[in-house]
């Protein structure tokens, strides 16, 4: 099975002038839910799914203890998770206090093994595409 790909526009920056840039995307098949995944890992291993899935509950609890206290966190050929912060504008760190600062996000940053394992995906061009809601009639919605 190979991964199907469109063209969607490239978002402008503001100039206005040529032509629309597109840009390749993978256009998903679906979101797999974590039991399905679970189910799916548990058939050729000996590990019950029970087992897979209080595995994946005590990862997950670590890793949150992790980035709360600080750390960047490696998940073995995965890849790093860290925080991105948010706070307004300064020009000088004596004009916030630590309440104004936020965490915004939590970055990705795939390992160098992962990349290289999914640098040969077969990849097709999709035959619907992408579908935007504005495309598609109100009735249909």
Do not use: C, H
Not at 45 to 53: A, I, K, N, V
Not at 73 to 100: C, Q
Not at 115 to 137: D, I, M, N, P
């Amino acid at each position: 099975m190979a991964a199907e790909y469109d063209f969607r526009k490239k978002p402008s920056k503001g100039k206005g002038d040529g032509p629309d840039e597109l840009i390749p995307r993978i256009v998903s098949k679906g979101t797999i839910r974590t039991g399905d995944l679970i189910k799916d890992l548990s058939q050729p291993t000996t590990f019950q799914e029970g087992e897979l899935m209080g595995a994946l509950e005590t990862l997950v609890n670590g890793v949150v203890t992790y980035l709360e206290n600080g750390y960047t966190v490696e998940l073995g050929n995965l890849g790093f998770f860290s925080l991105k912060l948010k706070a307004r504008p300064v020009t000088d760190k004596k004009e916030i206090r630590s309440p104004s600062i936020v965490v915004d996000k939590v970055n990705f940053r795939s390992s160098a093994w992962l990349r290289k394992q999914l640098a040969t995906v077969k990849l097709q061009r999709a035959r619907s595409g992408f579908r935007s809601s504005a495309a598609v009639e109100k009735s249909e919605r």
